[in-house]
Every structure is written in structure tokens, then in C-alpha cells.
């Protein structure tokens, strides 16, 4: 029996294989994790260089922060200190007294006319301010909104305050002379109240620009006219710059010292910074009581400045962040 011949097999053809493309790295793969393995976190290395360089500046911030309130601190505190010695620690030049003076500050709130000042000059530079704003307001938002003056003009409405004050003695004196209101207070306030309108102008001018277009074109269409518009929509937006700009323009009326000792000669209308003044016309001026004096003066700024501190910061960042 013969063995059985082979047949002759045949090679299947097997289709080419197409490219797989390249599966997307899923969210596990992603976060340097293995499927079905276990998690590997991946770190960057750090930068040691980074982090010192980082390092530095927060500390280099921090002794300039320290040196400024240093700054700041030691010339009000001395000024304290000084107000509570006699006049033999002061011509010895000791930084502490040994026994606190009190009586400087009774003998300059007793003996003379500096409460009365102060009073006055708390008063001139609130109803300055209040004129100044009113006026700069109504200037600003007929310039940034209405276009009644052009740029030129307005150049032309702010040039006054870039002169010294000392030019505009002479006329304001005979002006007020001549309306009887020299050495008063209206007088004072009137002087006050226009010196210091260019510069009211020219901060509000930017914060009246910012003002949504958008609720002056509704206020329009309802048929409101522009005072009511000024009144309704402009003033609420701009109750914080006019807080911060009062303020400025208080301080700056509150502090003045020239056209105040030419305008005004009689106790009644002088300010703190005049008397404060006439404390070192004295013979042999005592300097613990001057600084006694310097330290009620300052008071009433300082208190102004610390209650409306927040104000002041939201009105001056009020423009910015529109």
C-alpha cells in the first residue's frame, strides 16, 4: 500500500494591516497614571534658585515697609514727646521728659485763641470744600458730557491754579475790601472756595468721563432733562471720587496759610495755622507749649483722614476699576 502523496498547501493571503493611529493619553494617563497599574505622580523638581529669588523681595518689602512707618512715626510721636517738656529739656535736647508737662496744653487751650482757630479753620475749609464741589461738578460734567468747552478752554479754566498764590494777594485783598468782606469768614470761604476750584475740576473730569453712557441715554428717554440726569444718575456713580476729592481739597483749605494771614487780622476770623504762627513771635518763645499747639492743630485732620480712610481709597480707585 502505497503512502499518500502530500497536496500541496496553499499560503493565505492575509490583508495588509492598517495603521492604528495613536490612542489619545486619557485622563489617567494624563495624570501620569498607568492603566490597571497603580498611580504615579509626576512632580516638576524644584527650583531652588526660584524660590530663594522669591524669597527676597518679600523680604526686602518688608524692612523698607518697617523704615517708612518709621519714617512716617517718629516725627509725630517726637512732636508729642517735645509738647510734654519744659523749656530746660528742650534747650538740653532730651528725646523723653522725665515728667510730662501737662500744663502746656492747658495753658495754650486756656490762655489763647487757638481753639477758636481751630474752629474756624474746621469750618472755612467744610464750606469751601462744599462750594468747590458743587461748582467743579456741574463744570465737570457740562465739559466731559455736554462738550461746552474744548480742550483749549479747559487748559484756559486751569491755568489759574498753576500760579503761585502770592500773585493773587493783592487783588483778592482790594477785591474783598471793596465788598466788605475782608477779614470774615464768607470772605474767607468765597477766597477758599474759587482758589481751589480748578483743581476740583480738573479731578473730576475723569471720573464724569467714565460714567455709562448707557443710563444717561435711558435717563434721556424717559425725558429727564440734564439736572435731573446730574442729580439721578451721575451723582450716586460719583459719590466716592467726591468723598476723596472733599476730602483733598479740605485738607489743602484746612492747612492754608498765606492768603488766611493777609485776609484775615482779627481773632475772630483768623485760623489754626495763623495763630499757630504767632506763637513764635514771642520774646522767648516757649517751645513745648508751640508743640502743645502743633499737636491740637493737627488733630482734627487726622481724625478726618482716619474715619473717612476708606472713602478716600474707594474714590481715588473708583475711576480705575469702571
Known amino acids: 500500500m502505497s503512502a499518500p502523496t502530500a497536496l500541496p498547501v496553499r499560503e493565505a493571503s492575509v490583508p495588509a494591516a492598517r495603521p492604528v493611529p495613536a490612542a489619545r493619553p486619557g485622563p489617567a494617563a494624563q495624570a501620569g497614571r498607568t492603566p490597571g497599574g497603580p498611580s504615579v505622580v509626576v512632580r516638576s523638581p524644584r527650583r531652588h534658585a526660584g524660590s530663594r529669588a522669591g524669597f527676597r523681595p518679600s523680604v526686602l518689602g518688608r524692612v523698607l515697609s518697617i523704615v517708612g512707618l518709621l519714617g512716617a512715626l517718629v516725627p509725630p510721636l517726637y512732636l508729642v514727646s517735645v509738647s510734654l517738656m519744659g523749656r530746660d529739656e528742650t534747650v538740653a535736647g532730651v528725646l523723653v521728659p522725665a515728667s510730662p508737662r501737662w500744663e502746656n496744653y492747658a495753658t495754650v487751650l486756656g490762655d489763647s485763641e487757638l481753639p477758636l482757630a481751630v474752629g474756624v479753620s474746621v469750618l472755612v475749609a467744610v464750606l469751601a470744600a462744599l462750594i468747590s464741589l458743587a461748582g467743579g461738578l456741574a463744570a465737570a460734567w457740562s465739559i466731559a458730557r455736554l462738550g461746552l468747552v474744548s480742550g483749549r478752554g479747559v487748559g484756559v479754566l486751569l491755568s489759574p491754579w498753576l500760579l503761585p498764590p502770592v500773585v493773587a494777594v493783592v487783588p483778592l485783598f482790594l477785591l474783598l475790601r471793596l465788598s466788605g468782606l475782608l477779614n470774615t469768614i464768607p470772605g474767607l470761604v468765597l477766597v477758599y472756595a474759587l482758589v481751589n476750584l480748578p483743581v476740583v475740576l480738573w479731578l473730576l473730569l475723569s471720573f464724569v468721563a467714565k460714567v455709562p453712557s448707557e443710563l444717561i441715554e435711558a435717563a434721556r428717554l424717559d425725558g429727564a432733562g440734564e439736572w435731573r440726569i446730574l442729580l439721578s444718575v451721575g451723582?450716586?456713580?460719583?459719590?466716592?471720587?467726591?468723598?476723596?476729592?472733599?476730602?483733598?481739597?479740605?485738607?489743602?483749605?484746612?492747612?492754608e496759610f498765606l492768603l488766611a494771614t493777609f485776609l484775615t487780622q482779627g481773632p475772630e476770623s483768623r485760623t489754626a495755622p495763623v495763630v499757630l504762627s504767632l506763637f513764635y513771635g514771642d520774646r522767648i518763645p516757649h517751645v513745648g507749649r508751640i508743640a502743645a499747639a502743633g499737636v491740637i492743630t493737627a488733630l482734627p485732620p487726622v481724625l478726618a483722614a482716619l474715619l473717612l480712610q476708606r472713602r478716600l481709597v474707594s474714590g481715588l480707585t473708583h475711576g480705575a476699576s469702571r
Open 235 to 255: 451723582l450716586p456713580l460719583l459719590a466716592p471720587a467726591l468723598v476723596a476729592v472733599g476730602l483733598i481739597v479740605g485738607l489743602q483749605n484746612y492747612h
